[in-house]
Nanobody, 114 residues
């Protein structure tokens, strides 16, 4: 079982990016999926989570700008990031509770230039 994240890149302030994360392998159960980020010299922090029922939770710093969603295939999760700011620059990681265990994907770099 693994998570594969993609979609990072370099964007100017005010721009948008969409991150994707897909789970693969022998998956029997997926509950919460989410995105976290870690900026240089800082601890990893929650960005947004979504449950299998569609309930969402966002960090205050991204509310109104970021949207998390699940794909039609429940093993995918997306993060639409709008109105990006330089302080959003970080490595973004997806995380999923699958098969009663916690899995992390590899990080994807998001860089927002001012």
């Amino acid at each position: 079982v693994q998570l594969q994240a993609s979609g990072g890149g370099l964007v100017q302030a005010g721009g948008s990016l969409r991150l994707s994360c897909a789970a693969s392998g022998s998956i029997f159960s997926i509950n919460v999926m989410g995105w976290y980020r870690q900026a240089p010299g800082k601890q990893r922090e929650l960005v947004a989570t979504i449950t299998s029922g569609g309930s969402t939770n966002y960090a205050d710093s991204v509310k109104g700008r970021f949207t998390i969603s699940r794909g039609n295939v429940q093993n995918t999760v997306y993060l639409q990031m709008n109105s990006l700011k330089p302080e959003d620059t970080a490595v973004y990681y997806c995380k999923a509770n699958m098969n009663w265990a916690e899995y992390w994907g590899q990080g994807t770099q998001v860089t927002v230039s001012s």
